[in-house]
C-alpha cells in the first residue's frame, strides 16, 4: 500500500511539473496582455517538432536542442506579439480570435510538413531508478528535475530582476507601472516570449517521453486552461497550486479507480473551488 | 483583300470548329467520383490513410489505363476525401457532404466502429455502396443491404490466433486486457474476452482509456498490481501502443504482449524501442516479404506519405472489386446494379489471396470481406510471420 502511494505521488508530481510549465507561461501572458493564448498548446508541439528535426533527423545533442527549441519558441513568441497581438492590445475577444487561428495554422503547417502520423524521438536516458519496490523511469525523473530547475529560475528572474519585478507591476496595474517609467511595450513582447519560451521547454522535454504529431498541443492545452482557472488567471503562484492538485488528483484517482473518472473528478475539483472562490485557488 | 479575308474568316472558323470538336472529345471522358470518410489525421489514422491510400491506389492504375470503362463511356476517376478525425460527430458531417454536394454514389469508410454506427444509416437510406470499416459486431446486421466491410474483425481471426497461442505458449494463463473507451474498443474487449475465457485463459484486468491519453503510468501501475502473464492491446492505436508496452515495461512487466487488433508495427516499434517490443505477438494484415506487398508500397508513395500501413491490402483490393463490380453491372449511377454484381465478384483474387464475401451466421448477411490473416512476431524491430489463416 505505502509503495502504491509512493508511485501516485511521483506519477502526479511528474505531471504536475510539466502541467505547470504550461501554466505558467499561460498565465504570464493573460497577466500581462489579457491575452487568452490558445496557440500555447501548437507552441509546445512546435517546440516538439524541432526536436523530432534536429534530435530526430540530425543527430544533435537533445539537451542543447531542449535550449534552442525553447529560445526559438521565445523569439517566435516576442514576434507573434509584435505582429499579431499588438493590434488587438485591450480588446480580449479579438486577441483570443487571433490565438485561434494561429492555432488552426501552426497545426497545418505541421500536418503539411510531417504528415498525421505519430513521430517518436530516441529517449536521451532509458532505463529504471529503483527506490525499494518502486520503479521511476529515469526519463521522466531527468524531465521532472529539469523542469523544477527551470521554474526555480523563472521565480528568481521573476522575484529579483527589475524586468521580472516591472512584469509583475504590470499584471497589477499596467496603467500604475507605466506611470512609473516602466514601458509595457518592452514588456509585452517580452512576457509574451517569455510565456512561449516555457512552452517550448515543456514541448521539447516531453518530445521523447510520448510521440510528436501536429494535434499534440491540445491536451497540455487543456490542461493548462483547467490549471489556470483552478489557480487563478494571471497568477503565478496560483499556477503551481492548480498544476500541484491537478497533477496528484488525476494520479490519485486514475490509479485506484480509472482514468476516464480521473478526468471528470478532476473537472468536478474545478467546478467546486470555482462555485466556492470564483476567482480561482490564488486569483484577485 | 477580299481574298485574303474570306481566307481568314475559314481559318477562324475552322479553328473553332477544331476547338469545339477537341473539347466535346475530351468531355466523353466523364468524371467519376468516389468519396472517402475516415480517420486521415490523430490516433487511428494509419488504419484511415489505409482506407484512402487503397482507394487512391486502385483509383490511380484505372485512370492510367485510360479510366474506366463503363458501357460504352470511359471514366477518369476523382477521390473526394474528408477526415473525420475518428469522431463519430465529423463522420456524419463529411458523409452528408459527400451525399448532398459532392453527389457521390460509392463511398470508403468511415473507419470507427462509433462513426461507422452513425453514418451507415446515411448509406443505407441514401443507397450509397460503401466500404465501410468498424471492429464492432454491430455494424453490419441482416438489414445491411449496401455497406460491406472492407477488412477482418476479430469476430473472424482472434479464435484463431488465441488458439495459437494456447498451443505455442502453454505457460501463460492469466490475461489483462486494455482498450480504447469507445465502440471500438468496448467490441473488442467483449470479442477478446470471449475468446480468451473460452480457451481456458483468465481475464485479471479490463481496462478502458480515453483515446487522447499518452501517460498510461497510473493504468498500468493498477495493471500490473494484478500480476497478468499476458496484457492484450486489442484494438489500441499502434502508436499508443506502444507507448503501453515502453511503460509497462518500465514499471517492471516482463510478460508477453498481444495485439490481437489494428495492425501497425513499425509505429509501435518506433514508440517502444525495439528492446521493449521484442517478442510482441500481432495479428497481422500482411506478409510484408512478398514482391506484391513491395509493389503495393511502391505504388502507395505516389499517392500518399510513405510509410504505408498493412491495411491498405484489404482497402485496395476491395477497391479494386468494386471498380470490376462497376464495370460488370455496366452503371455508376444504379447501385443495386453494382452490389449484385460485386456479390457475384466473390471469390475474388486479391493480392494475398483469395478473398470471399461471408459473414451470414455471425451477422445476418454476407456482407464482411474474409481474407487470409497472419499472425507475426516482432524480431529485431520487424515483423516475422508465424502462420498463416485463409
Given at each position: ?11 502526479g ?6 502541467y ?6 499561460f ?5 500581462i ?16 517538432f ?32 509584435r ?6 492590445i ?14 488552426i ?15 517518436s ?11 525499494g ?12 528535475l529539469?523542469a ?5 529560475v523563472f521565480?528568481?528572474?521573476m ?9 509583475r507591476?504590470?499584471?497589477q496595474d ?9 514601458r509595457?511595450?518592452f514588456?509585452h513582447?517580452?512576457?509574451?516570449g517569455?510565456?512561449?519560451m516555457?512552452a517550448?521547454f515543456?514541448?521539447?522535454?516531453m518530445?521523447?517521453i ?10 497540455p ?10 489557480g ?10 492548480g498544476?500541484v492538485?491537478?497533477?496528484l488528483s ?22 467546486l ?12 | ?25 475530351a468531355?466523353?471522358v ?6 472517402v470518410?475516415?480517420a486521415l ?35 477518369k ?7 473525420d478525425?475518428?469522431?463519430?460527430a ?21 473507419l ?5 454506427l452513425?453514418v ?6 441514401n ?13 453490419l446486421?441482416a ?15 482472434a479464435?484463431?490466433i488465441?488458439e495459437?497461442?494456447?498451443k505455442?505458449?502453454p505457460?501463460?494463463?492469466t490475461?489483462a486486457?486494455?482498450e ?15 475468446q ?40 489500441t ?6 507507448l ?6 518500465e ?8 495485439k490481437?487488433g ?6 509501435l516499434?518506433a ?14 494484415a500482411?506478409?510484408m ?16 506519405k ?5 491495411f ?10 468494386l ?8 452503371t ?9 454484381a ?7 483474387n ?29 524480431k ?6 508465424m502462420?498463416?489463416?485463409?
Amino acid at each position: 500500500m505505502f509503495e502504491l502511494a509512493i508511485k501516485i505521488v511521483i506519477n502526479g508530481l511528474t505531471s504536475s511539473l510539466v502541467y505547470i510549465l504550461m501554466a505558467l507561461g499561460f498565465t504570464l501572458i493573460f497577466g500581462i496582455m489579457r491575452v487568452v493564448n490558445f496557440a500555447h498548446g501548437e507552441l509546445y508541439m512546435v517546440a516538439a517538432f524541432l526536436v523530432y528535426v534536429l534530435v530526430g533527423s540530425l543527430g544533435w545533442n537533445y539537451y542543447l536542442v531542449v535550449v534552442l527549441a525553447a529560445i526559438a519558441m521565445g523569439l517566435f513568441g516576442a514576434v507573434l506579439e509584435r505582429v499579431l497581438f499588438r493590434p488587438f492590445i485591450g480588446r480580449e475577444l479579438n486577441g483570443m480570435i487571433m490565438a485561434l487561428a494561429i492555432s488552426i495554422t501552426l497545426q497545418a503547417t505541421a500536418f503539411i510538413l510531417f504528415g498525421p502520423d505519430e513521430h517518436s524521438v530516441q529517449r536521451p536516458i532509458s532505463g529504471v531508478i529503483q527506490l525499494g519496490a518502486v520503479m521511476v523511469p529515469r526519463d521522466r525523473l531527468a524531465v521532472g528535475l529539469i523542469a523544477l530547475l527551470i521554474l526555480a529560475v523563472f521565480y528568481l528572474f521573476m522575484r529579483y530582476t527589475k524586468v521580472g519585478l516591472a512584469m509583475r507591476a504590470v499584471v497589477q496595474d499596467e496603467e500604475i507601472a507605466s506611470i512609473h517609467g516602466v514601458r509595457p511595450k518592452f514588456i509585452h513582447p517580452f512576457a509574451f516570449g517569455l510565456g512561449a519560451m516555457l512552452a517550448g521547454f515543456a514541448g521539447a522535454l516531453m518530445a521523447p517521453i510520448y510521440t510528436i504529431y501536429p494535434y499534440m498541443g491540445s491536451q497540455p492545452m487543456l490542461k493548462a486552461f483547467i490549471v489556470v482557472i483552478l489557480g487563478g488567471l494571471g497568477s503565478v503562484p496560483g499556477a503551481v497550486l492548480g498544476g500541484v492538485v491537478l497533477g496528484l488528483s488525476e494520479s490519485i484517482f486514475a490509479t485506484l479507480i480509472n482514468t476516464t473518472v480521473a478526468t471528470m473528478i478532476s473537472f468536478a475539483i474545478v467546478v467546486l473551488i470555482l462555485l466556492v472562490k470564483p476567482t480561482g485557488l490564488l486569483g484577485r | 483583300m477580299m481574298k485574303i479575308m474570306m481566307q481568314r474568316t475559314l481559318l477562324v472558323l475552322a479553328s473553332a470548329i477544331g476547338f469545339v470538336w477537341a473539347a466535346s472529345t475530351a468531355a466523353q471522358v466523364d468524371t467519376l467520383k468516389i468519396g472517402v470518410v475516415s480517420a486521415l489525421s490523430g490516433p487511428g489514422s494509419e488504419w484511415g490513410l489505409a482506407q484512402d491510400g487503397g482507394m487512391k491506389i486502385a483509383a490511380m492504375e484505372a485512370n492510367a489505363k485510360g479510366g474506366l470503362k463503363v458501357g460504352n463511356k470511359t471514366y477518369k476517376i476523382e477521390v473526394i476525401s474528408y477526415d473525420d478525425q475518428y469522431k463519430a460527430a465529423l463522420s456524419v458531417s463529411a458523409a452528408t457532404r459527400l451525399i448532398e454536394q459532392d453527389k457521390v454514389k460509392f463511398v470508403v469508410g468511415p473507419l470507427g466502429s462509433a462513426a461507422v454506427l452513425a453514418v451507415k444509416p446515411l448509406w443505407e437510406k441514401n443507397k450509397i455502396f460503401a466500404i465501410i470499416g468498424a471492429y464492432s459486431e454491430k455494424v453490419l446486421d441482416a438489414d445491411t443491404k449496401y455497406s460491406y466491410r472492407g477488412y477482418p474483425t476479430q469476430t473472424e481471426f482472434a479464435g484463431r490466433i488465441v488458439e495459437w497461442l494456447k498451443k505455442n505458449k502453454p505457460a501463460l494463463k492469466t490475461v489483462a486486457q486494455i482498450e480504447p473507451n469507445d465502440e471500438t474498443g468496448w467490441s473488442s474487449n467483449r470479442l477478446l474476452k470471449g475468446q480468451y475465457d473460452g480457451a481456458g485463459y483468465k481475464i485479471v484486468s479490463s481496462e478502458l482509456f480515453e483515446r487522447s491519453l499518452k501517460d498510461f503510468q497510473p493504468v498500468l501501475t493498477r495493471v500490473l498490481a494484478t500480476k497478468p502473464d499476458i496484457i492484450e492491446l486489442g484494438t489500441t492505436p499502434t502508436g499508443t501502443a506502444g507507448l503501453m508496452v515502453r511503460q509497462a515495461r518500465e514499471l517492471g512487466f516482463k510478460g508477453q504482449f498481444v495485439k490481437i487488433g489494428g495492425p501497425g508495427v513499425p509505429q509501435l516499434v518506433a514508440a517502444a524501442g525495439k528492446e521493449f517490443a521484442e517478442g510482441l505477438i500481432t495479428y497481422a494484415a500482411a506478409d510484408m516479404t512478398t514482391k506484391q506487398y513491395k509493389d503495393l508500397e511502391l505504388q502507395y508513395a505516389k499517392v500518399l506519405k510513405p510509410p504505408m500501413n498493412e491495411f491498405v491490402v484489404y482497402f485496395y483490393d476491395a477497391a479494386r472489386m468494386l471498380l470490376d463490380a462497376i464495370q460488370a453491372a455496366g452503371t455508376v449511377d444504379d447501385t443495386d446494379k453494382v452490389r449484385a454484381a460485386f456479390e457475384k465478384m466473390s471469390p475474388y483474387n486479391g493480392i494475398q489471396g483469395t478473398i470471399r464475401l461471408g459473414g451470414m451466421k455471425d451477422y445476418g448477411a454476407d456482407h464482411q470481406m474474409l481474407t487470409p490473416v497472419f499472425i507475426g512476431v516482432i524480431k529485431n524491430g520487424e515483423q516475422v510471420i508465424m502462420g498463416r489463416m485463409d
